[in-house]
């Protein structure tokens, strides 16, 4: 069984620019959600998806949106990034209503 | 974003020794997840809590689910080198994998000394 797996690893961009950070999910897995990790901190949850919608959502701006697939896969979209965009970014997967499962991430950096 | 209390926010101790983390919250969850983080690496599960009072082990981890549903602490016995690593807890409101999402702790980074 394939755990949660998450493109690219590593990631340098400068402000302004967008960026798509993907992620598939955990085979059975029909729930995605999208957390931001800033160094030495816990996660921040970004939103969810189930069924191809946003499910729920925690304080992030519009810039950040995303999408998920019919086969559960998903992506996060960041505009206009920022310096304090410098993050790891991760994605986990869940039956939904069961526990979530983390994927390795993909951190991001920011010029 | 909201955070939950984490305590301590480092621990150094012998190999052999029990630990003790713990974490509250001004807000009441429905579920309590213990995580632990490698360098480089994501969040991987420990323990999951779905009950106040609830008392579960893994191995060498125990973790429980605080009556009051504000709280909860994990503790890990006879530490071994590969516990080294940063723990954090996790709170969720809904029963399960709901739209609320998790919310975390800042973590307690543990070191272990030979």
């Known amino acids: 069984e394939t755990g949660v797996t998450q493109s690219p690893t590593h990631l340098i961009k400068t402000r302004g620019q967008q960026v798509t950070l993907r992620c598939s999910s955990q085979s059975g897995h029909n729930t995605v959600s999208w957390y931001q990790q800033a160094l030495g901190q816990g996660p921040q949850f970004i939103f969810q998806?189930?069924?191809?919608?946003?499910?729920g959502r925690g304080n992030f701006p519009p810039r950040f949106s995303g999408l998920q697939f019919p086969n559960y896969s998903s992506e996060l979209n960041v505009n206009a990034l920022e310096l304090d965009d410098s993050a790891l970014y991760l994605c986990?997967?869940?039956?939904?209503?069961?526990?979530?499962?983390f994927g390795p991430g993909t951190r991001l950096l920011v010029l | 974003g909201q955070q939950l209390n984490q305590s301590p926010q480092s621990m150094f101790i012998q190999e052999g020794e029990d630990v003790s983390m713990n974490c509250t919250s001004s807000s009441i969850f429905n579920t309590w997840l213990w995580y632990k983080q490698d360098p480089g690496e994501g969040p991987v599960l420990l323990i999951a809590?779905?009950?106040?009072?609830e008392l579960t082990s893994n191995g060498r981890l125990t973790a429980q689910f605080g009556i009051t549903r504000k709280d909860s602490f994990l503790n890990i016995s006879a530490s071994i080198p590969s516990d080294v690593g940063i723990y954090f807890c996790a709170g969720q409101e809904d029963s399960g994998g709901g739209a609320d999402g998790l919310t975390f702790g800042k973590g307690t980074h543990l070191i272990i000394q030979p």
């Open positions: 809590l779905y009950k106040a009072g």
């Open positions: 986990a997967s869940s039956p939904w209503g069961k526990t979530q499962y």
């Open positions: 998806y189930y069924r191809e919608e946003e499910n």
